[in-house]
């Protein structure tokens, strides 16, 4: 007994020895901001396109409304993940450390989301005078009636990018604000009554936008950490609730250090298109052509079935992702073994080397298998899920 106790404490001891000490990993910093402490940032990073977190996380002072007025999860994370791409022309990923927006309080954004409201409308919604501060148009229609003006301002995010120094404090390098901007209003003439749709004109949407964002950093330079800071702002064109592909920033700007004003604005140039769909037939005829063909090919696989969509990234004109789900109920997991070579095969044959592809296979059951091929690589990434 004594032997095996030995044993198994020197198994211990070896496998101490070999596990990889992660606290060496990560640097520890000093915070220069508001609340002075340690923080930690991450030795290595994923990729390039994402930026190293500071930890211990700490959550969006607005993370709690944005599943109230963003529209579908697809917008929820383009909003996010394309305001970070934008950013990136400004902070780059290898100095700047990202946070989640701590500058801007809760509270401040829940009242700059408000519509102004005249006298009468503020005492019914219990606030100030200092609190009639909504960036939306005043709604001066009698009770029952069609609103006067849309809700063009759905939401806005914040995200910070820290810096470090030569003696390991981090601090507030820049900000990145996003406003999401409504492409369709939907409300109500009576509480609990029918939800109407109104379509918002593009170019109408566009201008309410850039005014709104030239009155946001106007606001933030008037906060003591924001007076300073280079600041990085876009326009987010959400979808209708109804719709499977996400929106997308149309246009954004910079604001230079210690400046009030915005610079040129940049126009957005990354789309997303559903497949097939009228809209993608129109304007990307060569890349759906060959999805129909892959689509065509996976049909004489199972005859009947008809359930291949594709959710393309565009930069430009240039295809950059596609993303493709098939749903299908397989028999046994062989069969769906024998799927999943023979989908590998077409990715290969159809779509061009300089796109990234993924397809994902799913049943009533959940995930069934995974295929990735990246772009420019030779040889795809294959997963069959246990």
């Not at 990889?20 to 002075?36: D, H």
């Not at 609103?147 to 981090?170: C, F, M, Q, R, W």
Request: proline fraction near 4%; hydrophobic fraction near 35%; glycine fraction near 6%.
């Amino acid at each position: 007994m004594r032997k095996l106790s030995l044993l198994a404490l020197s198994f211990v001891f070896l496998l101490s020895a070999c596990a990889p000490n992660f606290q060496k990993q990560n640097e520890v910093v000093q915070s220069k901001e508001k609340v002075k402490g340690k923080a930690i940032i991450p030795k290595y990073n994923i990729s390039d396109n994402y930026y190293r977190t500071i930890l211990p996380f700490e959550p969006g002072e607005a993370r709690g409304l944005v599943v109230n007025n963003i529209n579908t999860r697809y917008d929820l994370n383009e909003f996010e993940t394309g305001l970070m791409r934008i950013a990136q022309n400004s902070f780059s990923t290898d100095k700047y450390y990202f946070r989640e927006g701590q500058e801007i309080k809760g509270k401040t954004i829940r009242l700059w989301l408000n519509r102004k409201f005249t006298d009468p409308q503020l005492k019914d919604e219990g606030l100030k005078a200092t609190e009639n501060i909504g960036l939306n148009p005043v709604n001066t229609a009698a009770s029952g009636a069609e609103p006067t003006s849309p809700v063009y301002l759905a939401h806005i995010l914040e995200h910070d990018y820290l810096t470090k120094d030569d003696k390991g404090n981090v601090s507030l390098g820049g900000v990145s604000i996003g406003l999401a901007l409504n492409s369709i209003y939907y409300y109500q003439t009576v509480k609990d009554g029918p939800v109407y749709e109104k379509k918002i004109d593009y170019a109408e949407m566009e201008r309410e936008g850039k005014k709104m964002a030239e009155e946001v950093v106007k606001r933030m330079r008037a906060m003591k950490n924001l007076a300073d800071v280079p600041i990085t702002i876009g326009l987010f064109m959400q979808q209708s609730k109804s719709s499977v592909i996400p929106g997308r920033y149309i246009a954004y700007s910079t604001v230079d250090k210690g400046s009030q004003t915005l610079n040129d604005w940049e126009k957005g140039n990354e789309k997303y298109y559903l497949f097939p769909s009228t809209d993608a037939q129109e304007d990307h005829r060569d890349d759906v052509i060959a999805f129909l063909n892959f689509k065509q090919d996976v049909e004489e696989y199972f005859p009947n079935f008809n359930g291949v969509i594709g959710k393309a990234f565009y930069v430009g004109d240039q295809l950059q992702e596609l993303n493709i789900t098939i749903p299908i109920q397989f028999y046994g997991k062989t069969e769906g073994i024998g799927f999943t070579q023979y989908l590998t095969g077409l990715v290969m044959e159809h779509f061009p080397k300089y796109i990234s592809v993924s397809v994902s296979i799913t049943s009533v059951d959940g995930p069934e298998a995974l295929i990735v091929r990246k772009a420019n690589e030779d040889e795809p990434f294959v997963y069959i899920y246990q």
